[in-house]
């Protein structure tokens, strides 16, 4: 399982860096309207992913190594929406987002520590704030 | 400038959308499926769906002992989720290794900028359950509808901010 998942994420990685999306000024060059790269990662990404979601259930009953298949997790609530207009903002600011952060290390961009540091705070403070939120209701 | 050489670069009659990639298209395309293929393998051999800003909640489970961290979703996924985080390391130093100039690659946007954009990418992401790769690439490969709202919004706010910071001078 944590094979996998690290053989996984390194294929991830690979293609992150390989696209330069580890690269925060391209990124915001895309945010820019200066070179619409971005969208050729995210949609082949997206194929790519669908045609796993889609046909690998068809071929396997299960995965080869575990019990069953996952789905995506969806709600639609004002969090899902706020909360992706508030990333959107700091994505905006930076050029970085959650899972080129940590790839970038990779390549030796010490300087996303700085990032990782700030997303690890923003979550922990989501957390802090959704937990008093969800205990405010229960009382 | 890199903008304006492919301008003139191309025949005069070249269409505009030429210039939609001035730095070329296939490492883009290459490196996209690469990424939705580690996704894909992922699911195949674990069944598990692989967003990656979850690391950053499920990380604190391991220090914090309010409930929302100690919620079974962040709890059981918090070792396979580091794995995960530690192989896109290994992957992009892989490719460092393959393909990089023998310099390490430089991010000079300012620490500040850095550290203040990342509180809100993750309090934002985690808020809104999924950043690009969550709601970006699980989320619409799924077909999910609020994946797509989202996407849609973090797309418009991003493109904003990043532009009004533009005019005002930031990097």
């Known amino acids: 399982m944590l094979k996998s998942a690290l053989g996984a994420g390194a294929l991830f990685g690979f293609g992150l860096a390989f696209s330069t999306m580890i690269q925060p000024r391209v990124v915001l060059s895309f945010l820019r309207f200066q070179d619409m790269g971005l969208m050729l990662v995210l949609g082949g990404a997206v194929v790519a992913t669908f045609l796993a979601y889609r046909f690998v ?10 019990g069953s298949f996952g789905a995506h997790e ?4 004002h969090s899902t929406i706020v909360g992706a ?3 959107g903002i700091g994505w905006g600011i930076t050029g970085v987002c959650p899972g080129p ?16 540091a700030g997303i690890a705070l923003g979550a922990l403070l989501q957390g802090l704030m959704a937990g008093r939120s969800t205990n405010a209701r229960r009382n | 400038m890199v903008l304006t050489r492919h301008l003139f670069s191309f025949p005069p009659s070249a269409p505009l959308p030429m210039t939609l990639f001035p730095q070329g298209w296939t490492h883009y395309l290459v490196g996209g499926l690469t ?3 580690g996704v894909g393998v992922l699911f195949a051999l674990t069944g598990l769906i692989g967003g990656m800003s979850s690391v950053y909640s499920s990380t604190w489970s391991f220090m914090v002992r309010r409930p929302f961290f100690q919620e079974p979703r962040l709890v059981s996924s918090r070792v396979w989720r580091l794995a995960y985080a530690a192989g896109l390391i290994v992957g992009a130093f892989v490719w460092w290794l393959a393909f990089g100039d023998g310099v390490r690659v430089v991010v000079s946007i300012p ?7 990342g509180v809100l990418v993750g309090y934002g992401a985690r808020m809104s359950r999924g950043c690009t790769s969550g709601h970006g690439i699980c989320g619409l490969a799924s077909l999910k509808l609020p994946s797509l709202l989202a996407v849609l919004t973090f797309m418009t706010t991003a493109f904003i901010t990043a532009n009004l910071l533009a005019r005002v001078g930031g990097s």
């Open chain 1, 57 to 66: 259930p068809k071929l396997l009953k299960r995965p080869l190594l575990s």
């Open chain 1, 85 to 87: 207009a508030i990333f």
């Open chain 2, 111 to 117: 620490p500040w900028q850095l550290a203040l954009g």
């Open chain 2, 35 to 37: 990424i939705g293929l």
């Open chain 1, 74 to 77: 969806s709600v639609m609530d």
């Open chain 1, 101 to 116: 952060a940590i790839a970038g290390l990779g390549a030796g961009s010490w300087e996303l520590l700085y990032a990782i």
